[in-house]
């Protein structure tokens, strides 16, 4: 389905699409040879992860030969690339180097697909739901990797999921034909999100190609205005029409730099709705594989051998990690809607979210404190949302054998409200103050600290919403203080 948003961007620059047809394409060549090496690595560890997981349960006699044909193509898919690099990229060959890659993906697609002819006798449920969800992840990476020639996810992912799709079917037992339609569904979606990011990709680059002509025709514009003043001082009769003509051409650039914001400020909020969209429809179906691996380990756990029920533990395990990552990213594109001002006492703001974090506490023994805090102009639930972001932050950040424990201060600072937490954690190298705040930057890994990468992210996005800022001071091992500054309702002046 085509929204209206493109339907506007078809019509307003159907003619440049065709314009900068040759050069777009070009331009998408040099992309997808730059991302190729990441399926290579994708395909090299899947493939020996598929080997290694089935040799015990299905015959070597086919597994070797799969391996041996899917590692040999990759190799000549890595050839291809390597082909491309050296030599000289003529932009009227992108056709030609496009196809090649297509063909390369098709191939070794029916390879990925030729494990849905094996032979499943004797192979456990946990090793076909295995096998779905890891040409359900290969299908996934080409739908973004390679997503910016058109037919690249299809030359994949039909060959690779057909079969299995088919199989599954075939078998004609419930919970493998709900598999192979859930399979079919992913494939869908799947397709329809590539789709998306094609003609993001596509539109993107236009705009791009249309900018850097703006930018030299800018330049030209600036010569010439420096010769009409070097003419203007030398003819002083005709300042005046030359003054008249340098504001009707002022005028003129501002239009077409007013027009070309506008078009990026539509362009941005085409990839904030894609990311809401993408991540809202990627709950069901994700939601549902979650399900049913919860039933598979909730049935079969102590039936299966020890691996089995350690493979099915990390894929649900990786199911929920992905639900949170979705939340995240829900939450953090719902923070672009309008703001609703309104007063705000803070320190209700603050209860609700020390209610909210308050397993958290109890399970960590923290303690968390505030000063008086006062009444500001604001949006009530981001408000919550960023006090329990930051409170959350000092809490989850301690050392193992110390108890937590975050202290919140409000300040008049210069006609605006100048907040602090303060908490007694692990700190932070200054040379991370500014990246932390970057959507999905971590500093640790998820074994040392869970997270998604999105919280302090989103607190920016809250303050600069409500006209303010953000920042940090940290010591290492001795704690940090996150202070944010939103300026105060001037009707009202420092109200506690």
Known sequence: MITGDEHTADRT?????????????????????????????????????????????????????????????TMLRLGLVLWFRSVEFEPSAAGTWSRRFIVGLFIVGLAWGSIGFFPFSGISLAHDVFIAFVLGGMAAGASSTFSMLRFSYAAFSIPALLPLTLHFLLVNETFHVAMGAMV??????????????????????????????????????????????????????????????????????ERVVQERTADLTAVNRELELFAYVASHDLQEPLRMVTSYLKLLEQKYRGRLDEKADMYIHYAVDGGLRMHKLIDGILSYSRLSQSIKFAPVDVNAAFSVAVTNLAPTISEKNAVVTKDALPTISGDEIQLQQLLQNLISNGLKYTKADTVPRV??????????????????????????????????????????????????????????RHGGDIWVESTQGKGSTFSFRIPADRSRGPTQ
């Open 184 to 253: 079919s569904l992913f494939g869908i979606l799947l397709w329809r999100i590539s789709e998306h990011n094609y003609e993001m990709n596509r539109t993107s680059l236009v705009l791009r190609f249309q900018n850097m002509g703006m930018i030299e025709g800018l330049k030209r514009a600036k010569e010439r205005v420096e010769r009409l003043n070097a003419k203007l001082s030398a003819e002083i009769e005709a300042k005046h029409k030359a003054e008249a003509d340098l504001r009707a051409h002022h005028e003129q650039l």
């Open 13 to 73: 620059l159907p003619d440049n699409h065709n314009l900068y047809r040759e050069r777009v394409l070009a331009e998408q060549v040099k992309q997808i040879y730059a991302l190729a090496p990441i399926g290579f690595v994708a395909t090299f560890f899947n493939s020996l992860l598929v080997f290694f997981i089935l040799k015990d349960v299905m015959r070597l006699t086919l597994l070797v030969p799969w391996l041996a044909a899917v590692l040999f193509i």
């Open 407 to 464: 202290h919140v201060t409000a300040e008049w600072q210069e006609g605006a409200w100048v907040f602090s937490v303060t908490d007694n954690g692990i700190g932070i190298d200054p040379r991370d103050f500014d990246n932390i705040f970057q959507v999905f930057h971590r500093l640790h890994t998820r074994e040392e600290y869970p997270g998604t990468g999105i919280g302090l992210a989103s607190c920016k996005k809250i303050v600069e």
